[in-house]
């Protein structure tokens, strides 16, 4: 009886240390689906990136060290998308100090940089950045020193230094080496094509779209790919091409319907394709692309581009004829430009 007994024990331990084993693996296999949802949909879908966030906010006390870094790394992220920077700010320097890993911490300044930038606190972007450069030599992963020159590319973009963000571009796309389809050139390409249209250069922006077109195509990423096509699109409009500006700019509206309906990028194409039109005369087709560009612009909490949409509904509005509401844009499109020259001085 007794040795039944032990062995009747033995075999419900057995069964119990299975069973604990199965679930630690069903753990892993959660966290990493959910995980890697998440991390997808970041910048493209918030709302589904924040569905896959919480569901990872429940498992979070089976969470390994990593795997926290990593949660909180795309929460942090996920917080900038709904323009709650104040709390991803505060969010990562709570963590940060024990984030030690080179690639990890320049993950972590990233979202510093890029906070700090959207708060106009460019000093305290500027620190995070050079901190983030010095890691460079302790990096051995492409993919994280990208992280660190698009950090300081973004930065520097966002206060005109166009010549130095070009020249980051160049050293994103160099890490490319002989890959085909390497994100690296995706970006680095990407980059190119949108520095190229913001320095006024709008020949070599030209020039490059098809071939950058063609590396993110390569690389499996048409939401970059769509990026490019847009700008190119918005170039036309921006330069007096109407007609072939949306021409171009329509198909496009419903690609980002279906890859990343709340990016910027998105809004942006929403406002060209309203002036396209108002400049065409076709005053309803205008409100219908600059009312849903004004509000996501809005609800997206993106300053510029609601400065930039609420010009352009005003226009709008005005050209309707309905001059009480072209007013009331008038009214909060000064108010927006205030903020904005607040944050840039």
């Known amino acids: 009886m007794v040795r039944t007994y032990i062995v009747q024990s ?23 689906t959910l995980f890697s949802e998440a991390r997808n949909s970041l910048g493209t879908s918030p709302k589904k990136a924040d569905a896959a966030l919480e569901k990872l906010k429940a498992l979070q006390p089976t969470f390994t060290p990593e795997q926290n870094e990593k949660y909180q790394l795309s929460y942090a992220h996920s917080l900038g998308d709904r323009g709650r920077n104040e709390e991803r700010i505060a969010l990562v320097n ?25 708060l106009g606190r460019y000093e305290k972007a500027l620190q995070a950045m050079n901190e983030s450069i010095l890691l460079l030599p302790a990096i051995e992963k492409p993919s ?27 050293r994103i796309y160099a890490l490319r080496g002989d890959i085909v389809g390497s994100y690296a050139a995706c970006v680095g390409l990407a980059n190119k094509v ?8 709008e020949p070599l922006a030209d020039s490059l779209v098809q071939d950058a077109v063609k590396a993110c195509d390569a690389n499996k990423n048409p939401f970059f790919a769509l990026i490019i096509k847009s700008l190119a699109a918005i170039y036309l409009i921006d330069t007096g ?37 108002l400049k065409t005369g076709n005053t309803q087709r205008a409100e219908h692309f600059g009312l849903r560009a004004y509000q996501r612009a809005q609800s997206g909490r993106l300053l510029l581009l609601h400065e930039k949409t609420s010009e352009t509904m005003a226009a709008i509005k005005h ?20 903020k904005c020259w607040t944050i840039r001085s």
Not at 152 to 157: I, K, Y
Not at 320 to 335: F, V
């Open 94 to 118: 709570s963590l940060i100090a024990q984030v030690k890993t080179p690639g990890r911490r320049a993950s972590y300044l990233y979202e510093l940089i890029d906070g700090y930038t959207a």
């Open 241 to 277: 091409n109407y007609a072939r500006g949306i021409t171009a700019s329509l198909p496009l509206t419903q690609e980002f319907v279906v890859l990343s309906p709340d990016s910027d990028y998105a809004v942006q194409l929403d406002e060209a394709l309203a002036r396209a039109y």
């Open 319 to 338: 050209a309707q004829g309905q001059l009480e509401a072209a007013i009331s844009y008038y009214d909060t499109n000064l108010t927006l430009k205030k």
């Open 144 to 170: 994280q020193k990208i992280v660190v020159l698009q950090g300081a590319l973004n930065l520097l973009r966002s206060l005109h230094a166009y010549d130095e963000t070009f020249d980051l571009a160049e």
């Open 10 to 32: 033995l075999a419900v331990l057995a069964i119990g240390f299975l069973c604990s084993f199965a679930t630690m693996a069903a753990e892993q296999d959660t966290f990493e």
């Open 194 to 201: 949108e520095i190229s249209f913001e320095r006024g250069k």
